[in-house]
């Protein structure tokens, strides 16, 4: 995890809430959900090294390995 490129997210968050919080006061309890969910969803996602991660056709290839040894035989 690069915790600088995390702690800077955290601060462009933080801000974008700041900022918009005055516009989105008014606006229905859905509306507000909606954003505070996307900005959850970013934020998270932030955490993780995801260029570098492992794609799904790794993982599937990692479980189903041992399998291949049993049906070659």
């Known amino acids: 995890m690069r915790w600088g490129a995390f702690f800077a997210t955290t601060v462009i968050v933080a801000l974008i809430i700041i900022f918009q919080w ?11 959900l909606a954003f505070f969910m996307l900005l959850l969803i ?5 955490m993780f090294d995801l260029p570098h991660m492992a794609g799904p056709t790794t993982w599937i290839e990692a479980l189903f390995k041992p ?3 049993f049906m070659e035989q």
Request: hydrophobic share 25%; aromatic share 10%; proline share 11%.
């Open 22 to 32: 005055p516009k989105i006061k008014q606006n229905p309890k859905k509306d507000k």
């Open 42 to 46: 970013g934020w998270v996602l932030s």
């Open 67 to 69: 399998f291949g040894k």
